[in-house]
Every structure is written in C-alpha cells, then in structure tokens.
C-alpha cells in the first residue's frame, strides 16, 4: 500500500545555488501526482529530494521537513532505507549492464542481503508482471542481459527493479521521454494499474501525459512551486496566470 | 509570444462567428421588419441569409476540430474553442427562427389585417436586444455584460406567457381572426427561442471567461422556489 | 554556357586531386601500420629462427648444467617465473585495485587523491634497477637474504602504479546512470561501488592488470639484487629464485655457445607464455561477461 507524502519548507541548493525554495505540498497516497514546469525549474531536484538522492551530490544542501508516512526522512532515518521505501525510475533506461534480466529484477534485494532462490523467483516473476514485461521475457530471463532489450523493455525492467524492493512511493522521473509513442502508452497504462499500490510521483515535461495519468498536478516554476490542484483544474480553468500561460505555450 | 500562428487561428475563428453572428442578427431584424411592413420580399432576404448562415455553421465547426486535433489547447484557448462551437450552433438556431418568422409572415400576407392583442415588435426588439447584447460580451470578453443577459430573458418569458393566454382567448372567442392568432402565437414563440439562444450565447461566454458552468440556472432556481410557475 | 562547362571542368579537376590525397594519405596509414608491426614481427621472427630449434623435453624439464658442460634446461626457470609473477600479482593486483577505486569513487576531489595520484605516477617513472635495488635495502637482510618474496616485492610494487591508474580510469568510465541505479534501490554506496561499478567496470581493470603483468614479466634488473637466480631446483619462498630473464641475461653474456643457444629459446619461450598468459585470462573474463552487454 503507498503512503502520502508530506512537504513542508523545502528548500534545497547545490552549492549557491538554490534550487527549491519554500515547497509545501501534500502528495496523496495511491494516487498518481503530476509535477510540469519548464526546464530548470527544480521539478527534478524536488523528486530527488523525496529519496534523498538529491545528497548523493557533494554540494548539495537541504532545509525542511519531508515526511513519508508519519516517517521524517531527514531525521529519522538515514538515506539508506529511505530508498528502500521510496523506487526511483529514471529518464533514460539504466538496467546494469553486467546483469542477466533475471539479476537486474533482483539486484535491489540480492545487494542487501537476500538470497532464497525461491523467495528471489516469486518476487521477480511478480514484478515483471506488475511492469508488464513478463510475456515478453520469461523464457530468458537468465540468459539475456538487461542491456540486450529495447528501450521500452528496458524502461519497463527498470520499473521491475524498483518495485521488486516493494517500496511504498514510486518517483519516476520522465519515464517515458526516451520512448516511442507505443512504449509510452505502455508504461502510462502500467501507471494507471500501479496507482492502486503504490503513491506515484511523475515529473513530465509532457503535458498531455500529466493530463493522461494524474489525478493532482503541480506547476514549477524558477524553483517554486505556484499551483497544485487537481489535474482537470489545472489543465481546464488554473488559479494563477503563470501556470495558464505555461501550458498554453505563451511563455516568453 | 510564442504560438502566434495559433493565436492567428483563433482570432480568425472569432472574426468568422462574428461575421455570422451578423447575419444572425441581421436576420431576425429583417424578418421583424417583414412583420411590420408585410413585406414579402423581405423575407426573400431572410431565406438567403438563412442558407448563409448554415454554410458558415459547418465551416466555424470544421475550422474548431482542426484547432482541437492540431493544437491541442488547454485551459481558457480549450474552453474558447467549446464556446465557439455552442455559440455556433445557437447562432444557426436563430437563423432559423428568423427564417420560420418570415414563414410566418408569408402566411399571414394572405389573410386579412386583424387587431390582435400583442405587442410583437416591442418583444421582438427585446430579443433582438438580448441578441446583440450577448454577442457584444463575446467580443468584448466581458462576464458582467453576459450575467446582465441572463436577467433581460425574465421580461421576454412573461410577454410571451401573456401572449399565450390572450391569443388562445382570441382563438376561442374571435374564430374569424383564429389563423392571425396562431400566426402570431407562432411568431412568439419563435422570439421566446430567440431569446433562449441569446441566453445561451451568455452563459458560454461566462463558461469561456471564468471557466464557470452557470447553465440551467432557471430550472435550479424554480426548482427550489416552490411558488414560481415553470 | 561558357562558364557552366569551366565550371564543370574546375570540379572534375577538384574531385581528380582529392582522390589523390585520399590515395596518399590510405598509403600512409598503410605504412604507418606497417612501421608498427613490422618490428614486432622481426622480432618474433629472429626469435623464432634462432631459439625454435632448441626447444626440447630438456629444455622443458631439465635444470641448467653447470658451467660449461653443454645440454641442460631451464625448467627451475620457467617455474620460477611463474612463481615471482605469481606473488607480484598477489601483492599488485589488490593494492593496484584498491587504490583505483579509491582514487575514483572515495576520494575524489580530496587533497589525499591528489597526492595518492601523484605517488603513483612517480613510482611508475622509477628505473627497474632502483627499485631492485631499493627492495634489496628493504627487504634483503641477513636473516633473509636474496628471496623469491624479495622479487616478489620488487615486480609488484611495479604493478602498483599501472593497475591504479587504469583502474582508476576504467571506474570513471562507469555511467553516473548505473551508479544512480544502485543508490536508488537504497544499496550502500560501498556495496555499490564494489558489486556495480567495479563489476562493469572489470574487462577494463583485467585489461589494466594484463598491462601491468606483461610489463614486469620480463623485468631482469629489479631480479638481480632480489630474487637473484637460482641453478636448482627451488620453489621456496624465501631462498634465491631462478626466473627467465635473469636467465636470459646470464646466458647470453656468458661465454659458452651452448648457453648462447638457450638464451634464444628462453627468450622465445618468455614472449610466448606472456602473449599465452594474457590471452588466456582475457578469454576467461570473457566468458563471464554476458552476451550482449557492451
């Protein structure tokens, strides 16, 4: 089951610069939340926050409170486990390498310490067919590597990858971006199905997308957050002049 | 700005409907005047702009489709382009009873002048007004002059409901002017409509402008007034 | 009119003088190549004519004579190559690797790095022989005096330098995007260094530990003061050791025509289990990788 996500005074910076300023926001639970805004507006910075992965650069600072659960990230657990509970998919595929597909499903639990075959078989099966890719792959999933499919699939195993950890949020971070137009309505089928497990965080450069599979949409801009509302509001009659002139592509 | 060939294309269907929102108008001022005068060549008039109206429903209509199918528009460009295309369709309506006016009126050129207790132009005029004044809002964008529509059509209701009841009364008590009555009768009820699309027209425009529904605010209204008749 | 046919002509005139620069130039890449390989072939070739025709079982199983009498083998040699390249490997390949992943993945950026860095590469630029010479102070005493571990030391601090280094920049080669993947799945970086990264990083590091073995395989002076030679039979590890090239340089400069004669076919049977060592472990690492995977 996902869980909501709670924003308060998040402000970040790498180095100087400082990125996010003053975000608050509510992310519900099993539901999908979109996150639109033009390059640069610190939409992708935000999700990383959600994982602490945003400190895995050197420079990188962050104030403020986010709480997962009833679980604040920053204090009361260190970044570990939080990308435990909390999946990340990225904009470009990036299966590892080196491993068969089976490996890459299970890297997530075989690199912390699980090794039961049986238990390992059950928890790949499951999630490949909760990304969609099991038919495709189930006769050779020892013997091709990751790297070997095309790019759908291999998004579509990253996916597997995050979920076979069982994490309660799923941030994907432009997902479909890289991918044709069939792969992508694949993958955003696959988040209408996920939605019900899982409390989904979508950064999209593609409105239509947000529109497609969100229920709440928020609008970044120059690293603060203007409107978040819900998806039909945004996208039919937005509150605020900056969010309606974004996504009627009158900016500039 | 960005967009510009998009804003063209939206100006462009402004200017259309405009221009058949004149004819419209036109219309219905041609075949209140047919009325006045009994003049059948007038309502020749009326027939031809009546086809015109109709050509440019379908070319508005088709002109709204591309833009929606090629431009994907969001938030106020997506309820502009719905709004065109409702008003539209309530534009080709009051051509028509413009045109079904005029029909009207050929009838009654055949018959003798009767007296008749209605006053036909001064509800005509109302509605012509209610016309003008909600295109007016549309091309202004202005929500308070399209909320100011919705409270003119109280006045047109009730002259045609008074109309109603004396024109059966003539029916029933005067049988020698019977046809003049329904005639007339006809006439007003076709204004009613007319007057119904002008309030429509507003209510789109109040939708394009603030994004809000405000249709069928009448029936919710009589629906919780248990004293007003419907 | 006029000037379209000029025209035509000046560019079938262009056109003939590219071809023959792109002539030239396919020539000289073709002789350059040719420069490279050839001395490398000379090589292998005067090998060859000079020492295959004494390559016998003696060679192979037999312990060199003493001085003088003719006949005799290099068996203790071959051997005794392969135990010092075996515990100048154990010393340099881990060390080597360690500090690879450490310059790329732990330190980077640190003043420590730097200095590790600079450290290597000055160690890479010692000569052979003082660096014999220096493990023969260190090491050398006379509780323990010439030994096999004393090479040992010798040719894996040589190792040192280039498997860092390669090491080092094969890690950096890793996508950041892999890396993200392992952190993201809320694996310790430590984990993910060495499960990941170095994992897809390995063809390279072998490669760079291929280098490093090649290169000190053969290396005669540091053997000198260390590991010292040895004319019998002995594997242990802290006596003299005997090894092809000190072997080599004993034989040739000698004065006997026998010796001369060996001095050949150990030189060819040095080259040859060197390219054979290399390509055999390459083929090895090979089959773990997966098909497919770049």
């Known amino acids: 089951m996902g869980v909501g996500i709670e924003v308060s005074t998040l402000n970040a910076w790498y180095g100087a610069n400082h990125t996010l300023q003053d975000i608050n926001l509510n992310i519900p639970a099993n539901h999908a939340t979109a996150l639109i805004g033009p390059s640069g507006c610190g939409k992708s910075t935000f999700v990383r926050c959600l994982n602490r992965m945003h400190e895995t650069n050197p420079i990188a600072r962050v104030t403020g409170t986010v709480r997962i659960g009833d679980l604040d990230i920053y204090k009361d ?6 990308r435990r509970r909390v999946g990340m998919v990225f904009q470009r595929p990036n299966p590892f390498p080196t491993m068969s597909i089976y490996d890459n499903v299970a890297a997530g639990l075989k690199l912390n310490g699980y090794s039961s075959r049986h238990v390992l078989d059950e928890i790949v099966e499951r999630s490949l067919k909760n990304s969609a890719l099991w038919d495709e792959v189930k006769d050779d999933l020892k013997r091709k590597s990751g790297a070997s499919l095309s790019g759908g699939q291999q998004q579509r195993l990253c996916i597997a990858r995050a979920l076979a950890v069982d994490p309660e949020v799923l941030l994907m971070d432009e997902p479909a971006s890289a991918l044709d137009p069939v792969s992508t309505s694949k993958i955003e089928d696959l ?5 019900s497990q899982y409390t989904i965080v979508i950064v999209t450069h593609n409105m239509q997308q947000a529109a ?3 229920e709440k949409t928020g609008f970044f801009l120059n690293g603060r957050m203007v409107e978040f509302d819900s998806t039909h509001k945004i996208f039919t009659n937005p509150s605020d002049k900056r969010t309606e002139d974004y996504i009627t592509g009158r900016f500039g | 700005m960005t967009r510009i060939r998009f804003q063209r294309s939206l100006d462009d269907l402004k200017e259309n409907l405009l221009v058949m929102a004149g004819l419209a108008e036109q ?3 041609r075949a209140i005047e047919a009325y006045r005068v009994r003049d059948i060549s007038i309502c020749d008039l009326v027939s031809r702009s009546e086809i015109a109206i109709n050509r440019l429903e379908r070319d508005i209509d088709q002109a709204a489709l591309d833009l929606l199918a090629m431009e994907q528009p969001m938030a106020i460009d997506l309820r502009f382009i719905l709004s065109v295309i409702k008003i539209n369709a309530d534009l080709e309506r009051v051509g028509d009873a413009a045109k079904a006016i005029s029909d009207r009126v050929r009838h009654m050129e055949q018959m003798p002048v009767a ?13 012509a007004d209610m016309v003008r004044k909600s295109l007016q809002a549309f091309i202004e964008g202005d929500p308070v002059m399209a909320r100011n529509v919705l409270t003119l059509d109280d006045a047109v209701d009730a002259m045609n409901k008074t109309a109603y009841k004396s024109l059966t009364k003539v029916m029933a008590e005067e049988s020698h002017i019977a046809p003049q009555a329904l005639n007339a009768l006809m006439i007003c009820r ?3 409509r007319v007057a119904d699309h002008a309030t429509n027209i507003a209510e789109d425009v109040i939708f394009w402008v603030e994004g809000a529904d405000v249709r069928h605010h009448k029936s919710l209204k009589t629906a919780l007034d248990p004293h007003s008749v419907g | 009119m006029a000037e379209v046919r000029t025209q035509r002509a000046e560019n079938r005139l262009r056109s003939r003088i590219r071809w023959v620069i792109d002539a030239c130039a396919t020539g000289l890449a073709v002789l350059s190549t040719l420069l490279v390989v050839a001395p490398l072939l000379a090589i292998f070739g005067y090998l060859i004519y000079k020492g295959a025709s004494s390559l016998n079982l003696t060679f192979f199983t037999q312990i060199p004579k003493p001085e003088g009498e003719v006949g005799g083998g290099m068996a203790n040699a071959i051997v005794g190559s392969g135990v010092l390249l075996g515990l100048a490997s154990l010393i340099g390949v881990p060390i080597g690797i360690g500090g690879g992943i450490f310059l790329a993945e732990f330190g980077r950026g640190t003043k420590l790095a730097n200095a590790v860095r600079f450290t290597a590469d000055v160690l890479n630029g010692v000569p052979s022989i003082v660096m014999g010479v220096a493990v023969y102070g260190l090491v050398v005493s006379p509780r323990m005096p010439f030994s096999a571990i004393a090479g040992g030391v010798a040719l894996g601090i040589m190792m040192i330098p280039t498997v860092t280094r390669t090491t080092e920049e094969m890690l950096l080669m890793v996508p950041h995007s892999v890396r993200e993947a392992a952190l993201a799945l809320g694996v310790p970086n430590w984990r993910s260094v060495l499960s990941i990264t170095v994992k897809t990083a390995s063809p390279g590091i072998i490669t760079g530990c291929m280098l490093a073995f090649a290169r000190v395989a053969g290396e005669t002076a540091p053997l000198i003061f260390t590991a010292f030679g040895n ?8 006596r003299p050791i005997s090894a092809l090239p000190l072997e080599i340089y004993r034989y040739a ?5 026998d010796q001369h004669r060996q001095a050949w076919a150990a030189a060819l049977v040095l080259v040859v289990l060197i390219v054979a060592a290399v390509a055999l472990v390459r083929y090895v690492a090979g089959r773990g990788v997966l098909k497919g995977a770049s």
């Open chain 1, 191 to 195: 988040i209408f199905q996920l939605k």
């Open chain 2, 115 to 127: 007296e008749l207790p209605v006053d036909i132009p001064r509800m005509a005029s109302l509605a």
């Open chain 2, 190 to 192: 076709n204004l009613e």
């Open chain 3, 231 to 238: 004319s019998n039979w002995s594997v242990a590890l802290d």
């Open chain 2, 27 to 29: 219309a219905i001022q």
């Open chain 3, 253 to 257: 400069i000698s004065p006997y025509e």
């Open chain 1, 77 to 82: 657990a260190k970044p570990v486990e939080i």
């Open chain 1, 212 to 214: 497609r599979v969100a």
